[in-house]
């Protein structure tokens, strides 16, 4: 079976900086991804880590350790666009590569 | 680049009637795309697999005969909910799967569909 945590809200301050933590217990794992979610709108593709260790994008970075089952999000110098659900969602090597997703974490961003 | 399309974006129908979600991928092809439906305040649950000229693969649970899926082309699927019903009412989400870009998923806008 596939399992996928993520805390359910957090907030954090304009210009700080945030850690979403995303643990997954599944088999046939062909990578990680991030989303990010406005709220009545679709997915934006934010990351993707197949291998372990740090992939920075700006102000985003996500990070891998596949013996863990463990990524997380970090998202710096937050602005309040920020605000949004952030989906972590696990690929697997079946033939069509589905994506299977975690409950989201809705971040707040307060001035 | 890696845009899809999704239409309409919003529909109101009556009870008993069907309703055609078009997704379509702008400047890349797809042989994969995916339907999903998110209900408010939850994530995203994958109903079915769209393979460009074969049958689509459904999730456990989703009614394969009510939710009618066409993938004709690299850039086309459809989605037709038959027979709507008030429950059927969701957010309707299709993604593309561009095989050129480490098998990212990238997602449609979304179809917001309220059965009266």
């Known amino acids: 079976g596939q399992n996928i945590d993520q805390p359910t809200e957090m907030t954090a301050t304009e210009g700080a900086i945030v850690q979403i933590n995303c643990t997954y217990q599944?088999?046939?794992?062909?990578?990680l991804f991030w989303y990010q979610q406005h709220a009545g709108e679709a997915p934006t593709f934010l990351s993707y880590?197949?291998?372990?260790g740090l992939e920075e994008k700006g102000r985003f970075s996500s990070f891998l350790s596949r013996s863990k089952g463990y990524s997380y999000l970090l998202l710096k110098e937050l602005q309040m666009k920020d605000s949004a659900s952030y989906l972590c969602?696990?690929?697997?090597?079946?033939?069509?590569?589905?994506?299977?997703f975690g409950t989201g974490t809705r971040l707040l961003v307060s001035p | 680049g890696a845009v899809v399309s999704q239409h309409p974006s919003r529909v109101i129908c009556k009870s008993g009637t069907s309703v055609k979600i078009e997704c379509r991928s702008l400047?890349?092809?797809?042989?994969?795309m995916f339907w999903y439906r998110q209900f408010p305040k939850q994530s995203l649950m994958l109903m079915a697999t769209?393979?460009?000229?074969?049958?689509?693969?459904?999730e456990q649970g989703v009614e394969k005969d009510k939710f009618l899926i066409n993938h004709a082309s690299l850039t086309l699927s459809t989605l037709t909910v038959t027979s709507a019903h008030p429950e059927d009412s969701s957010f309707y989400i299709c993604?593309?799967?561009?095989?050129?870009?480490?098998?990212?998923?990238?997602f449609g806008p979304g179809t917001r569909l309220t059965v009266l």
């Open positions: 769209s393979n460009e000229g074969s049958k689509a693969t459904y």
């Open positions: 599944t088999s046939g794992f062909n990578g």
């Open positions: 969602a696990v690929s697997h090597n079946t033939g069509f590569q589905k994506l299977v």
């Open positions: 880590n197949v291998l372990d």
């Open positions: 400047d890349f092809q797809a042989t994969t």
């Open positions: 993604s593309a799967r561009d095989s050129g870009h480490t098998d990212t998923q990238y």
